[in-house]
């Protein structure tokens, strides 16, 4: 077997928020043939051992997996939820290393697999040794616990703690005991006096008042150090919480200063059907926005707003509806007004969708899908000097350019390559056509004529005659083919609009011919004072390359927010 050094990506524990460690690893592999070749949108076979004590140690465990790599040639699998072959992935016993992965790949989805590469597994599943570790006991050893006063408690101390053994003065553990009762409007306390609450419902004051009375500062503010303070309502149609500001201000304030908080500032819920409402909604009578997010030019955070949507069978992470759906704006150069992006091996980054049709999309996915009734993408330039409607760049920096300006003329398609057409074969099968091309901008038309008495004018098409230039720097190139006998033709007072044929020697033949003429396309006046010179060109330099900018990319991570029940 030919070992070929593997690219490993990543391997991740997956974690999650219950108790158990899920007996799972995450592995992720770019794959390369023999010939350092990605091996692409092909599904391989790929087995996994877990070797025990050495890289050719004996193995605990063996499972196989049938995988497809996606464009980048990266493949990714689940260890320990593959086809066993030999022992569980459950049944290792990880304290009991070291352990070595080893990893065999066939490229071509069988098991004659001519890959190999094997590595130590150094801390991954340290958190499956640590599911079977919580229940250990002994002695405790940390020195900073021992050298502080905590370290000196004994049994004996909370003994006596717990039966009020501690000289309190009285040694009465009971005396400290008292109980509040209410009779009517009377309070009274064991042991102590009784007090007569006002009438009207627990005292006069309005929360107004309550609230005047508290006084500046922390007079007016509640301390929740023993729980939510909670609001109940079951009214209809009603808010259970009002707040509202006529003057310069906001109406609801909430800020967490904790920086290792997990939970939201403000957290809304429904456990409604409908979809006409909203967990949180936010309204707009005026100029200001309905809902908005804003991320500090210090902060780190990558979103003002943030959408997740944790299904896997539809829905939006976010969902705009209104006279523009949703809006993007950026100002920077290596940002995007709008961003797709789209991590499936076969998802498409953007789709656009007009003219209410639906939606449809590559089946091994693409950047961007457009869908509209009769126009599918409009692109358009607006700058007066050199400017491109649509570019198109591969990996290896080839560009193609349709519709462009480059300060010579308008191109209509623009690059390295050839122009093709597809026609099917005798046997019905695709196969390709190229169409000539010419260092000069050129247009030709074919017809048919015949001799009288040896000659014949030839009136050239009026459309193809405004459109092209022939003068004494700009010849019409006409090509006779005879279909007959006879002397032989030339062709004499060629101009912009035809030609004559006359045959050779005086002859008097009425021989039948077809003709090709060919002559450099007229100059062309384009609105905006632009001219296309087209009469003059040869050899024109090309197309300017536009430079690319890589992208900051995002964390593509989905996260599943932290919501507080």
Same mark, same amino acid.
């Given at each position: 077997?030919?070992?070929?050094?593997?690219?490993?990506?990543? %391997?991740?524990?997956?974690?999650?928020?219950?108790?158990?460690?899920?007996?799972?690893? $995450?592995?992720?592999?770019?794959?390369?043939?023999?010939?350092?070749?990605? =091996?692409a949108n092909?599904?391989?076979?790929?087995?996994?051992?877990?070797?025990?004590?050495?890289?050719t140690?004996l193995?605990?465990?063996?499972?196989?997996?049938?995988?497809?790599?996606?464009?980048?040639g990266?493949?990714?699998l689940?260890?320990?939820?593959?086809?066993?072959?030999?022992?569980?992935?459950?049944?290792?016993?990880?304290?009991?290393?070291?352990?070595?992965?080893?990893?065999?790949?066939?490229?071509?989805?069988?098991?004659?697999?001519?890959?190999?590469?094997?590595?130590? %597994?150094?801390?991954? @599943?340290?958190?499956?040794?640590?599911?079977?570790?919580?229940?250990?006991?002994?002695?405790?050893?940390?020195?900073v616990?021992?050298?502080?006063?905590?370290?000196?408690?004994?049994?004996?101390?909370?003994?006596?703690?717990?039966?009020?053994?501690v000289?309190?003065?009285?040694?009465?553990?009971?005396?400290? %005991?008292?109980?509040?009762?209410?009779?009517?409007?009377?309070?009274?306390? !064991?042991?102590?006096?009784?007090?007569?609450?006002?009438?009207?419902?627990?005292?006069?004051? $309005?929360?107004?008042?309550?609230?005047?009375?508290?006084?500046?500062?922390?007079?007016?503010?509640?301390?929740?150090?023993?729980?939510?303070?909670?609001v109940?309502?079951?009214?209809?149609?009603?808010?259970?919480?009002? /707040?509202?500001?006529?003057?310069?201000? =906001?109406?609801?304030?909430?800020?967490?200063?904790s920086?290792a908080?997990?939970?939201?500032?403000?957290?809304?819920s429904?456990?409604? !059907?409908?979809?006409?409402?909203?967990?949180?909604?936010?309204?707009?009578?005026?100029? /200001?926005?309905?809902?908005?997010?804003? =991320?500090s030019?210090?902060?780190?955070?990558?979103?003002?707003?943030?959408?997740?949507n944790?299904?896997?069978?539809g829905?939006?992470?976010?969902?705009?509806?209104?006279?523009?759906?949703?809006?993007g704006?950026?100002?920077?150069?290596?940002?995007?007004?709008? +961003?797709?992006?789209?991590?499936?091996?076969?998802?498409?980054?953007?789709?656009?969708?007009?003219?209410?049709?639906?939606?449809?999309?590559?089946?091994?996915?693409?950047?961007?899908?457009?869908?509209?009734?009769?126009?599918?993408?409009?692109?358009?330039?607006?700058?007066?000097?050199?400017?491109?409607?649509?570019?198109?760049?591969?990996?290896?920096?080839?560009q +193609?350019v349709?519709?462009? +300006?480059?300060?010579?003329?308008?191109?209509?398609?623009?690059?390295?390559?050839?122009?093709?057409?597809? =026609?099917?074969?005798?046997?019905?099968?695709?196969?390709?056509?190229?169409?000539?091309?010419?260092?000069?901008?050129?247009?030709?038309?074919f017809?048919e004529?015949? %001799?009288?008495?040896?000659?014949?004018?030839?009136?050239?098409? @009026?459309?193809?005659?405004?459109?092209?230039r022939?003068?004494?720097?700009? @010849?019409?190139?006409?090509?006779? $083919?005879?279909?007959?006998?006879?002397?032989?033709?030339?062709?004499t007072?060629? !101009?912009?609009?035809?030609?004559k044929?006359?045959?050779?020697?005086?002859?008097?033949?009425?021989?039948?011919? $077809?003709?090709?003429?060919?002559?450099?396309?007229?100059?062309?006046?384009?609105?905006?004072?632009?001219?296309?010179?087209?009469?003059?060109?040869? +050899?024109? @330099?090309?197309?300017?390359?536009?430079?690319?900018?890589?992208?900051?990319?995002?964390?593509?991570?989905?996260?599943?927010?932290?919501?507080?029940?």
């Open positions: 077997m030919k070992n070929i050094s593997l690219f490993i990506i990543a %391997l991740l524990t997956t974690f999650s928020l219950s108790a158990q460690a899920p007996q799972m690893m $995450t592995y992720q592999s770019v794959i390369r043939d023999a010939s350092d070749a990605l =091996v092909t599904t391989i076979g790929i087995q996994i051992s877990i070797l025990q004590g050495s890289p140690g193995a605990s465990y063996i499972e196989t997996h049938s995988p497809m790599t996606n464009v980048n990266l493949a990714t689940e260890i320990g939820n593959g086809t066993p072959v030999t022992g569980s992935f459950s049944g290792i016993d990880w304290s009991n290393g070291p352990y070595y992965l080893k990893t065999e790949i066939d490229p071509t989805g069988g098991t004659a697999y001519t890959i190999s590469g094997t590595n130590q %597994l150094l801390s991954v @599943p340290y958190a499956l040794y640590a599911e079977t570790s919580g229940s250990g006991s002994g002695s405790e050893t940390d020195p616990f021992t050298s502080s006063p905590a370290g000196g408690i004994t049994a004996g101390d909370i003994t006596n703690w717990n039966n009020d053994l000289d309190d003065a009285d040694a009465d553990p009971n005396n400290e %005991l008292q109980t509040l009762s209410i009779n009517g409007q009377d309070l009274t306390i !064991s042991s102590g006096n009784t007090v007569t609450l006002p009438s009207g419902g627990g005292g006069a004051n $309005t929360l107004d008042q309550a609230y005047d009375e508290g006084g500046a500062g922390a007079g007016r503010i509640i301390t929740a150090d023993a729980g939510a303070v909670e109940n309502s079951s009214v209809n149609s009603q808010a259970a919480i009002s /707040a509202s500001h006529t003057g310069n201000g =906001v109406s609801i304030f909430g800020n967490n200063t920086s908080t997990q939970f939201s500032t403000i957290q809304g429904t456990a409604s !059907s409908s979809n006409l409402v909203s967990g949180v909604i936010g309204s707009s009578t005026g100029n /200001a926005w309905g809902v908005s997010g804003q =991320v030019n210090t902060a780190t955070a990558e979103a003002a707003v943030y959408g997740n944790l299904r896997t069978n829905g939006y992470g976010v969902k705009g509806l209104g006279y523009n759906g949703v809006w704006l950026s100002q920077q150069q290596t940002g995007a007004g709008t +961003w797709g992006e789209n991590l499936n091996a076969n998802g498409t980054g953007l789709i656009g969708i007009g003219n209410a049709q639906l939606p449809q999309v590559l089946t091994a996915g693409s950047g961007g899908a457009f869908l509209g009734n009769t126009t599918g993408a409009f692109a358009k330039f607006n700058t007066v000097g050199v400017g491109q409607g649509i570019t198109i760049q591969d990996d290896f920096g080839a +193609w349709v519709g462009a +300006w480059d300060g010579i003329g308008y191109r209509k398609i623009s690059g390295t390559g050839t122009v093709n057409t597809i =026609v099917p074969d005798l046997n019905e099968n695709p196969v390709m056509m190229t169409a000539p091309e010419a260092p000069e901008v050129l247009f030709q038309d017809g004529g015949q %001799l009288t008495n040896g000659e014949c004018i030839i009136t050239i098409d @009026p459309i193809l005659a405004k459109n092209i022939v003068d004494e720097s700009h @010849p019409l190139r006409v090509f006779i $083919t005879l279909e007959g006998d006879c002397n032989g033709v030339f062709v007072e060629k !101009s912009q609009n035809g030609f044929v006359k045959e050779l020697a005086g002859g008097t033949s009425n021989t039948n011919f $077809t003709y090709q003429v060919v002559a450099n396309r007229a100059d062309e006046q384009l609105p905006g004072l632009k001219e296309s010179k087209y009469s003059e060109e040869r +050899w024109s @330099p090309a197309t300017p390359l536009f430079d690319v900018n890589n992208m900051q990319q995002g964390n593509t991570e989905q996260k599943e927010l932290s919501i507080k029940r």
